[in-house]
């Protein structure tokens, strides 16, 4: 790459962060459903036809954003899993989950475009999908490993779960029992069902403590997901 050819690179990817950058204080301001390319262009100082070079719609923006979101809480969770190598399997699985939780307040816009109510008129291509699972996949790798080292006591599953579940395991997680995925996928939407009350302000004026609550909820899921302490050799 030549130096002409570097620098127009920098510039782009400057460019581009701008915008995004920019968009995100819109989406704070207005919310995803009033996004506008035209209002970004105007407050950057850039004509329309400019921006369009960068993002041809603003479903392209939106994607991007959401991309970003889901890249940035994954990363979060993920270096928690990694922080927490060693520990067991319930303290791992409450690491990732403050982990979370501690993104989502600290970026309450961002959780609110990927949480949230779906954006009228916007249909999340596949580029988001492998973004989107990486908080789920941390979840994963935590049972895989308690269950490689017999830290699961499975929980009961319900004869008329049971085709669901394994169709779940199928597509998710073919080397866990499928009554341990159905709990996986309870407890991740009850993280994130939690995660929203908080974010949404659904907890004023009820939950004061909310760090202890938290806490000793996440605690909760772990045990009704099967996940127990090792036990000792």
């Given at each position: 790459?030549?130096?002409?050819?570097?620098?127009?690179?920098?510039?782009?990817i400057?460019?581009?962060?701008?915008?995004?950058d920019?968009?995100?204080?819109?989406?704070?301001a207005?919310?995803?459903?009033?996004?506008?390319?035209?209002a970004?262009?105007?407050?950057?100082?850039?004509?329309?036809?400019?921006?369009?070079?960068?993002?041809?719609?603003?479903?392209?923006?939106?994607?991007?954003?959401?991309?970003?979101?889901?890249?940035?809480?994954?990363?979060?969770?993920?270096?928690?899993?990694?922080?927490?190598?060693?520990?067991?399997?319930?303290?791992?699985?409450?690491?990732?989950?403050?982990?979370?939780?501690?993104?989502?307040?600290?970026?309450?816009?961002?959780?609110?475009?990927?949480?949230?109510?779906?954006?009228?008129?916007?249909?999340?291509?596949?580029?988001?999908?492998?973004?989107a699972?990486?908080?789920?996949?941390?979840?994963?790798?935590?049972?895989?490993d308690?269950?490689?080292?017999?830290?699961?006591?499975?929980?009961?599953?319900?004869?008329?779960?049971?085709?669901?579940?394994?169709?779940?395991a199928?597509?998710?997680?073919?080397?866990?029992?499928?009554?341990?995925?159905?709990?996986?996928?309870?407890?991740?939407?009850?993280?994130?069902?939690?995660?929203?009350?908080?974010?949404?302000?659904?907890?004023?004026?009820?939950?004061?403590?909310?760090?202890?609550f938290?806490?000793?909820?996440?605690?909760?899921?772990?045990?009704?997901?099967?996940?127990?302490?090792?036990?000792?050799?």
């Open positions: 790459m030549t130096s002409v050819q570097g620098a127009r690179a920098r510039a782009r400057e460019v581009t962060a701008a915008i995004k920019e968009a995100r204080r819109q989406l704070a207005e919310g995803a459903a009033k996004l506008s390319l035209r970004v262009a105007r407050e950057l100082g850039m004509v329309s036809s400019a921006l369009y070079r960068y993002f041809p719609s603003r479903d392209d923006l939106l994607t991007a954003l959401i991309v970003d979101a889901y890249d940035s809480v994954g990363a979060d969770a993920e270096a928690a899993l990694a922080a927490s190598r060693g520990a067991d399997a319930p303290a791992r699985w409450v690491a990732v989950c403050r982990a979370v939780r501690a993104w989502a307040l600290a970026h309450p816009h961002e959780y609110a475009l990927i949480y949230g109510s779906p954006v009228p008129g916007y249909s999340a291509p596949r580029d988001t999908v492998g973004p699972s990486r908080v789920g996949l941390a979840f994963i790798t935590i049972a895989q308690a269950h490689r080292r017999g830290s699961v006591a499975l929980p009961p599953l319900a004869d008329e779960l049971r085709p669901e579940a394994a169709r779940l199928d597509e998710f997680a073919p080397d866990l029992p499928p009554a341990l995925v159905v709990a996986l996928v309870a407890a991740w939407s009850q993280l994130f069902g939690m995660v929203s009350f908080e974010v949404f302000g659904q907890f004023n004026r009820m939950v004061e403590n909310r760090d202890a938290f806490t000793a909820a996440v605690r909760r899921l772990a045990h009704d997901t099967g996940l127990i302490v090792r036990p000792a050799p």
